[in-house]
Every structure is written in structure tokens, then in C-alpha cells.
């Protein structure tokens, strides 16, 4: 049986879609069980049971320190090895992504999950396209981000989705390989032309003033990693085209472009919803 952590999740939930797309025997493992799931919680190590399981899709759990993520992959990992896993598939970053507050967690795990002793396979996610239209902030005529004229190979969530079916559907078969799953480049500017209307740059300093002044919901670690994502893509560190994503889904990646600009378009103020607080969505939003 396959299993996919974090099934309520974005990622985990259309993971787990296409994989019974696909036929294959999959369930979910979830902090909060929906009927037929398992309960996995990766911060209560006591509780972590995955017998019966063959393939682990173990989608990161971020949204915190990297102390304390690298404790939650290294329980679940430690618990697959106990209970006789066969292949673990953990959803990573992408190699580029080195320069992003959060990329020390992702690869402290890819070590963790080198040394488990099982069968492997990483998969280096790009940047959701639906992470960077909603990181986009709306003013009241136009768009503006502090990601200046740099491009951003950005993916749409559901090819990445798919890739991971792909993969723990016939594990074997990629086992050992470490994939670049990104898509193609994006600049802030295409999707406020996509949207019809114009984008101003801001500065680094300005963007880091609204996230400390302007958002008082942010948790101590996300304004560094936002403004760790905006100079990467500022300084063109995340353009790179250079992917396995159409070769793992046998097919060419879908525009990351519409699915930004849909992810941006939704934050749009309109009824019931303002540019206040320099048009920054809510954290929850942004980063979801
Ligand atoms: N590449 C990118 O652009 C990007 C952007 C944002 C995040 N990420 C990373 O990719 C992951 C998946 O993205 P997503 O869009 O699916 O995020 P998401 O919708 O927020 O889902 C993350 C899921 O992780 C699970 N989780 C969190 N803490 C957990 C814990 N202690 N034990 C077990 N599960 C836990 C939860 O699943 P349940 O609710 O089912 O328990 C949560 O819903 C994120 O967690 C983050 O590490 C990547």
C-alpha cells in the first residue's frame, strides 16, 4: 500500500488524487484523519505507526523552525525503517533553491533520507506557481512585489502532484534518482500583463518593512524566508528551465503562468477585500 503524509494538504490531498487516478492502492496519513486515512502526526513520535506499508510519500512538513522539521521527518523516517517501508519518496526542493531560508531543512532531510537504509527517491520541487502569483501585492493601481525583473521557473502544484504519483506508483523504477521538478520562467511582470494590469518593483528593505510593520500574523521565521524567496528570484537565482518534470510525466509542463495569475487574481481586493497592509495576503494564503 502507498501512503501520502500530510493528505489534507494541498500537495498531500492531489497526490493522493492522482494516484487513484491512476488505480493504484494509496490511502492518506493525516494530523486529522478523514475516514479510511491513518493518524500521523509527526510530532507525537510515540504514535507514528506506518505497518503495512509499502511506499511512503512523505510530503515535507514546513510551516516551522528547521530544528523542529528536520525532528518531524527524522520520526517519520526512523518509523518507516521500523516497520518495514520499502521506498521512501520525499518531496524536497529544488537544487537552485539553495539560497532560501528554508532549504537547510530540505536538505538536512534528503541526508536523513539517504541514510534510512531503504530505497529512495527525492524529488526537488520548484517554486508553486500558486505560491508566487499569491505572494504578489496588490495597490490600487496595479500590481507590486519586491521581486524586481527576475524570473522564477515556478510550477503549477498539480504536475508536481502528478510527478509524485508517477513515481510511487512504480517506485522501483526511480529508485536512487534525485528529480528537478520545476517548470518554466515566470516574471512578475507576465502575470500583471496576463492580468491586465502593470507591476512596480519594490525594494528588498521596503518589502521586509511591510512584512515586520504590516503583518503582525507572520510567525518569527517567515519574514527572512519571504525575503530569502524574493532577492533569489530577484537575482535570477531560480530561472533555471532545467528539469525533469515533462520526462517523469511523459508529457510537456503545464503554464505555470495561468496558474499564477489565478493565484494572483484571487487576492484581487474587491468586495470584502482591500489592499490594506500594502496589499500582502494573508500569510495562510500566500503560502498555502
Ligand atoms: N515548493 C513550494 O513552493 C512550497 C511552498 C510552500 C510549502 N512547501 C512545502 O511543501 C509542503 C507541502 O505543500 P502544501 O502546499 O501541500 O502545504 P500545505 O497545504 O500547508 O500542507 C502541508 C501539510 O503538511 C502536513 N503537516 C504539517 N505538520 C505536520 C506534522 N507535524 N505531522 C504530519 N503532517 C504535518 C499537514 O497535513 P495534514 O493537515 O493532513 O496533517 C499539512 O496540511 C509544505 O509542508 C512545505 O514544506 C513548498
Known sequence: M????????????????????????????????????RRLDFDDRA???????????????????????VERHTAVLDAAARDGVRHVIYTSLTGAGDHLGFAAAHRATERLVRACGLPWTILRNGLYAELVGGLLMWADDGMESAFGDGAVAAVARADLAE????????PARHSGRVYELTGTP???????????????????GEYRRRLLDDMPGLLPFQPPMLVSIATAVRHGFLDGADSDLAAVLGRPVSDPLATAAA???AM?????????????PAPTEALR
Open 268 to 280: 484581487r481586493p474587491g468586495p470584502g477585500r482591500t489592499a490594506a497592509g500594502g496589499g500582502l
Open 47 to 69: 504514535g507514528l505507526d506506518l505497518a503495512g506499508v509499502s511506499t511512503l510519500v512523505l510530503v515535507s512538513a514546513g510551516y516551522a523552525e528547521d530544528d523542529q522539521v
Open 2 to 37: 502507498i501512503l501520502v503524509t500530510g493528505a489534507n494538504g494541498n500537495l498531500g490531498s492531489a497526490t493522493l488524487a492522482a494516484l487513484r487516478a491512476r488505480g493504484a492502492i494509496a490511502t492518506g496519513g493525516s494530523r486529522n484523519p478523514s475516514e479510511g486515512m
Open 186 to 204: 515566470i516574471t512578475t511582470a507576465d502575470v500583471a500583463g496576463r492580468l491586465g494590469v502593470t507591476h512596480r518593483s519594490i525594494g528588498l
Open 163 to 170: 510527478a509524485a504519483a508517477v513515481v510511487a506508483a512504480d
Open 263 to 265: 493565484a494572483a487574481g
